[in-house]
């Protein structure tokens, strides 16, 4: 009996992503079947994204795992309807990316673009920026982007702390954890990044009091998700002076609502959720492997756990 492939995503992605998964299942010697449209009951897997619309998976009696075209699986992990695997993406085109728009975001804040590039006034200040060494910049979340975004940066030469929730272990990193060691982080960065999955542990991760902790004047980076930040707490720290800068890319709303206050306001740069998104190049390839380990009984590459949320 064929495996049965459900693509469940946006429908525009079908055309990209049908020739590559058509080709790595042929390349895993697997007999499939791969189609936008099932009998629920005929389903192996569902290559799925949120906006595919699949909310209720009760009639996929035969579904034996999930296998999430995004990285952030907020919008899932809570189903409880799901009861099969569910594995989240990891790719390295995203992960590429990923790196390239925060290294990107964080240069601009340590060179102080802005100073030179919109302000063209006829000032001449020659203050050359301190090097990164003198530099300390703070990543929130050290998993798949996370890890990557540091080791950019401290191969940039960037005093680079990363916070997780479990130990870590990074060479040219101050590798931190827990409460304690979010106040440490915060109480050092200039620059922070956000790379923390949206779960309930995470929530408003910065809020009036951690905002507090940081340096006067810093500045914050979020390409993680929206709720990560109590959006009052930023925008009275950004009025104060506490906070000097933000670059947002994502938001608790989105597409962000034209009338919220982040669009006007002249310390906060918003870009619409692109810092990084998957290539189906690369993500083709590990939707079918791990096709091909659920039907040769090995692990599935990585798995959600349903209670932490990510
Ligand atoms: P991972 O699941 O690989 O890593 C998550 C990291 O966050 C881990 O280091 C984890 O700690 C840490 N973490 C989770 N909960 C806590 C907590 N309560 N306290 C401290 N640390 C915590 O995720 P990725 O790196 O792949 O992705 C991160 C997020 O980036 C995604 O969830 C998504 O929201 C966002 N994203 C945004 C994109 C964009 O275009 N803007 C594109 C892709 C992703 P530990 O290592 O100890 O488990």
């Known amino acids: 009996m064929p495996v049965n492939v459900l693509f469940s995503a946006r429908p525009a992605l079908w055309p990209v992503y049908e020739p590559l998964l058509t080709k790595g299942l042929n390349d895993a010697g697997l007999d499939f079947e791969l189609s936008t449209e099932f009998e629920p009951d005929q389903v192996d897997y569902v ?9 209720d998976f009760t009639p996929l009696t035969r579904l034996k ?13 809570g189903n409880e309807t799901l009861t099969v695997p569910l594995a989240r993406m990891v790719d390295h085109g995203l992960t590429q990316g990923m790196t390239e ?14 100073n030179h590039i919109t302000v063209q006034d006829g000032t001449w200040t020659p203050d050359a920026p301190p090097l990164a060494t003198e530099r300390c910049v703070c990543v929130l979340g050290l998993g798949a982007l996370g890890q990557a975004a540091v080791q950019s940066l401290a191969a940039l030469n960037f005093q680079v702390i990363g916070w997780s929730r ?41 809020n009036a009091e951690t905002l507090a902790l940081l340096p006067e004047g810093a500045q914050i980076i979020n390409p993680g998700r929206g709720p990560l930040i109590d ?18 890319d994502v938001f608790r709303v ?22 990084s998104e998957t290539r189906p190049f690369t993500a083709a390839q590990v939707i079918c492997e791990n096709i091909r380990r659920g039907e040769s009984g090995e692990p599935f590459l990585h798995l959600v756990d349903r209670q932490l949320g990510y």
């Not at 999930?66 to 899932?76: D, K, N, Q, R």
């Not at 728009?101 to 060179?111: E, I, N």
């Not at 870590?168 to 106040?183: M, S």
């Open 231 to 248: 959006d009052d707490a930023l925008l009275m720290a950004l009025n104060s002076g506490q906070i000097g800068h933000v670059t947002l």
């Open 47 to 55: 290559v799925y994204a949120p906006n595919g619309g699949l909310q």
């Open 65 to 77: 795992a999930v296998l999430s075209l995004w990285a952030g699986v907020e919008a899932i992990a």
């Open 166 to 206: 479990t130990p870590k272990d990074i060479p040219g990193v101050t590798c931190l954890h827990g409460a304690d060691g979010l106040k440490s982080a915060l109480s050092q960065a200039v620059i922070v990044v956000l790379l923390l999955p949206d779960t309930p542990a995470t929530e408003n991760t910065m």
């Open 254 to 275: 989105e597409p962000l609502p034209p009338e919220h206050p982040y669009w006007a306001h002249p310390n906060v740069t918003v870009t619409p959720h692109i810092a």
């Open 101 to 114: 728009w925060v290294v990107g975001h964080v240069l601009r804040y340590h060179l102080g673009m802005d």
